[in-house]
């Protein structure tokens, strides 16, 4: 054997071996920030939650030992829990169907502008750069009898924006609708930029109507969004705490309490019991979980 011979170079597949090892390993370095940011807080938070629902965890002395499914039992049985879980499915339907039609309304709108186009994306857009929180006390000054500046007319008109169950509603979903209303109007511009200008010439080539156009054309080409729209807003409907707590502090008469003001008031108010707190806390996760794998699927069978 000559050993002044030249090396020879690594044949192709070590090559490809050893790149595609190299881009593998990238790859987890590129992702690692983010599988730590998942881990630490999402998934540790989620096991201590589960943990605290399986066993008797007063919020001043910790964990007392497990306790399963004693929780749960408490949970359900609670006072305000029917009450309180058809009080957020109630705001969630509601909210959600103003929202949605209220959002494609203002995207068809702004579309369809030319000359006021970017006057009208401004003004629908400025109310989602405010805090939900900055927005609910905006709101309630407005709202009050005392404070606001519509106070005189309002006094003299006998109305009442949170006197009764109906009129709180109704004056926080006005609220969470001029939120977000500018938000989900851009989910919705985007995905109607997104269908080609060739199908809407083909459309009227072949004689459709504006409305059959956007219920054979729009409506179906549009569906990854509002699937996309759907989740985000059903979501955030049953989670909803902030705007109530500010506004209604679950008031009239007990009327306005979400179940997430409820698991607040559990764990920090009366009871201040965070195993019962954490038992529903799951509850409500294990119910969005499925409901928006459901929304999903019936979106996807819809697409078919």
Same mark, same amino acid.
């Given at each position: ?36 940011? *998942?881990?630490? !807080?999402? /998934? ?10 399986? #066993? $008797? =965890?007063?919020? +001043? ?35 959600? *169907?103003?929202? !949605?039609? /209220? ?10 502008? #030319? $000359? =006021?186009?970017? +006057? ?185």
């Amino acid at each position: 054997m000559d050993v002044n011979a030249p090396a020879r170079p690594p044949s192709a597949p070590m090559r490809g071996r050893f790149r595609s090892g190299r881009q593998a390993l990238l790859g987890w370095l590129y992702a690692t920030p983010t599988a730590v940011f *998942v881990v630490a !807080l999402f /998934l540790l938070p989620l096991l201590i939650v589960v943990k605290m629902s399986l #066993s $008797r =965890w007063p919020l +001043l002395t910790g964990d007392q030992g497990i306790n399963a499914p004693d929780n749960f039992t408490k949970a359900i049985d609670h006072r305000f829990f029917t009450d309180s879980v058809v009080f957020t499915v109630k705001y969630t339907v509601i909210a959600t *169907v103003l929202l !949605l039609l /209220l959002g494609l309304g203002m995207a068809l709108l702004v579309q369809e502008s #030319s $000359r =006021w186009n970017n +006057l009208l994306r401004a003004s629908f857009l400025v109310p989602s750069a405010l805090g939900l929180a900055s927005a609910s006390l905006l709101f309630y000054v407005l709202y009050s009898p005392y404070a606001s500046p519509l106070a005189p007319v309002v006094d003299r008109l006998g109305i009442t924006f949170l006197g009764s169950p109906n009129a709180a509603l109704f004056s926080t979903v006005f609220l969470i609708v001029w939120r977000y209303a500018g938000f989900y109007m851009v989910l919705m511009l985007v995905g109607l930029q997104s269908i080609p200008a060739d199908v809407f010439e083909a459309a009227r080539s072949d004689g459709a109507t504006r409305w059959q156009t956007f219920r054979r054309v729009t409506l179906p080409l549009l569906r990854p969004t509002l699937a996309l729209t759907t989740v985000l807003c059903v979501t955030g409907s049953l989670l909803a705490f902030e705007q109530f707590y500010i506004l209604t502090k679950g008031g009239p008469d007990n009327s306005t309490i979400t179940v997430v003001q409820l698991i607040y008031m559990i764990a920090f108010q009366g009871q201040n019991d965070l195993g019962v707190a954490a038992a529903l806390s799951v509850l409500v996760l294990a119910a969005l979980v499925l409901l928006n794998a459901l929304q999903m699927r019936a979106f996807r069978s819809e697409g078919n």
